[in-house]
Nanobody, 124 residues
Framework: QVQLVESGGGVVQAGGSLRLSCAASGRTLGSRALGWFRQAPGKEREFVAA????????YYADSVKGRFTISRDNNKNTVYLKMNSLKPEDTAVYYC?????????????????WGQGTQVTVSS
């Protein structure tokens, strides 16, 4: 099992940027696909972005495509989510997740390990 800890959340004005980080411990992330999900109050946890073990394949939700970028640094055992042009509707708790497979997927149930989440609030 891998332990995941997110950081980098906060309060930002609409149009601003944040970069979330998710550091892993316990096991290397090098052979795992990774993803970011988010959950707004009263809503289901939804897919945001994912990438495969090498970072060569990425997927994005339509709502964030062109604004968010997922990346990884296997040497630092860390995955990132750079968020630009933030909107109030991006407000949510953001979670990183890892799966014990190489390939990236968008389905929440296929991820094995989860972080505790970091709050992102975008004010209008």
């Amino acid at each position: 099992q891998v332990q995941l800890v997110e950081s980098g959340g906060g309060v930002v004005q609409a149009g601003g940027s944040l970069r979330l980080s998710c550091a892993a411990s316990g096991r290397t992330l090098g052979s795992r696909a990774l993803g970011w999900f988010r959950q707004a109050p009263g809503k289901e946890r939804e897919f945001v972005a994912a990438l495969n073990w090498s970072g060569g394949t990425t997927y994005y939700a339509d709502s964030v495509k062109g604004r968010f970028t997922i990346s990884r640094d296997n040497n630092k055992n860390t995955v990132y989510l750079k968020m630009n042009s933030l909107k109030p509707e991006d407000t949510a708790v953001y979670y990183c997740a890892a799966r014990r497979e190489l390939g990236a997927v968008v389905v929440r149930a296929l991820y094995d390990d989860w972080g505790q989440g970091t709050q992102v609030t975008v004010s209008s």
